[in-house]
């Protein structure tokens, strides 16, 4: 696709993400990705992720960029955080990372809160629709 371009870089600041308050992730290791049209999307080490808060979910989707994406949940945030455990190659650094839209959960970078970005994931732009991923 031409046009298309997807960069990665390393973000030292701390990185966190809430869900109704609370802290789900919180690290100064994440991987940020940069793809053509879409927000950045923070990366974070499972390590540093609460797992036990998320619930895996059925669902799964495969970007022709990325490579096929699981899902958790958190609460009633349906399929919010994702990640992909064999990406393609030229994205091999997320390989099993986790993220979460920014969209539908707070993101705060140095303590500071992200406003969250316009796209079609964004909850008022997907009431009624079918397809709630977009990873």
């Keep these: 696709m031409n046009g298309h371009r997807i960069t ?3 973000e030292p600041q701390r990185v966190e993400v809430l869900v109704a308050d ?3 992730a919180s690290s100064t290791a994440t991987i ?3 793809e053509t049209g879409l927000p950045p999307r923070y990366y974070f080490p499972r390590d540093d992720v609460s797992m036990e808060l998320l619930e895996a979910t059925l669902t799964e989707t ?3 960029f990325k490579g096929q994406a ?3 949940s958190a609460g009633e945030h349906r399929d919010v955080a994702w990640a992909y455990e064999q990406p393609l190659e030229a994205v091999g650094a997320i390989a099993g990372r986790v993220c979460f839209y920014a969209e539908r959960v707070e993101h705060r970078v ?3 809160a992200l406003p969250p970005p316009d796209t079609p994931w964004s909850p008022a732009r997907r009431a009624g629709a079918a397809d709630t991923t977009g990873s």
């Design 70 to 72: 699981s899902y958790w």
């Design 62 to 64: 495969v970007c022709p």
């Design 8 to 10: 990665l870089r390393d």
């Design 32 to 34: 940020v990705l940069e």
């Design 22 to 24: 609370d802290v789900v």
């Design 110 to 112: 140095d303590g500071v």
